[in-house]
């Protein structure tokens, strides 16, 4: 069974430029969550969708950061414009549903603002 | 607010002895406590859990024990082995909502 794909998995971008995420999650998994994870600290959920649905999107930025779930597969997080304090690795995990605790990652995407 | 803690950043343990990682949680909402590893370069992956309405679940090498008036749980691995060396995340949720994750603690196991 393929895993959850993640692209890419390093970007670099100046502040105030644009960046965008893509996942892939496992096939069959009807929720897809977005996890932001700063140097030091645990993984703090941005967004979860049910399906294309959003669950949970209470600390999403939604001045700055963006996420769709197309066709409730593939999903995309969009951060415009960066700052610095994004600076993160930023986790995509599935689920078979909303209510598993075993939620499975990729490997996560490591954004650097400059 | 940190709703999970691992106040331990970081635990050194000699290979086949035991290990012994910590969390705390002030939210006595939490009903259900999950153990992450992550390897550098990896996504966590999931090791082991227990519900809040038992006090010791196992599996293999690896045991949880659930506190729940000191509102406190730990992670043992017996024995301890280099190939157990990461990072090991504490996560918990309420009535299967989010999961909220500590800090984690870097297990370095010396061989």
């Known amino acids: 069974e393929a895993g959850v794909a993640q692209s890419p998995r390093y970007k670099i971008i100046e502040k105030r430029q644009s960046v965008a995420f893509w996942c892939n999650p496992i096939?069959?998994?009807?929720?897809l969550y977005w996890y932001q994870q700063i140097l030091g600290q645990g993984p703090k959920l941005l967004i979860q969708?049910?399906?294309?649905?959003?669950?949970?999107d209470s600390q999403l930025p939604k001045d700055r950061f963006s996420a769709e779930r197309l066709k409730g597969v593939d999903s995309t997080l969009k951060i415009q414009p960066a700052k610095l304090e994004d600076s993160a690795v930023y986790l995509c995990a599935s689920s078979l549903a909303g209510d598993s605790y075993e939620q499975y990652f990729g490997p996560g995407t490591r954004l650097t603002v400059t | 607010d940190q709703q999970v803690k691992q106040n331990s950043p970081s635990l050194s343990v000699q290979e086949g002895r035991i290990s012994i990682l910590n969390c705390d949680y002030t939210n006595s909402m939490f009903d259900y406590f999950l153990w992450y590893k992550k390897y550098p370069a990896e996504g966590p992956t999931f090791l082991i859990s227990?519900?809040?309405?038992?006090d010791k679940n196992e599996d293999g090498r690896f045991t949880v024990f659930l506190n729940k008036s000191a509102k406190h749980l730990s992670l043992h691995i017996v024995p301890s082995q280099p190939g157990d060396s990461a990072v090991y995340f504490c996560a918990a949720s309420a009535w299967g909502n989010k999961l909220v994750f500590g800090a984690g603690t870097i297990l370095r196991v010396k061989s």
């Open positions: 969708f049910q399906n294309n649905g959003v669950v949970d």
């Open positions: 227990i519900s809040s309405i038992k």
């Open positions: 096939s069959g998994h009807a929720t």
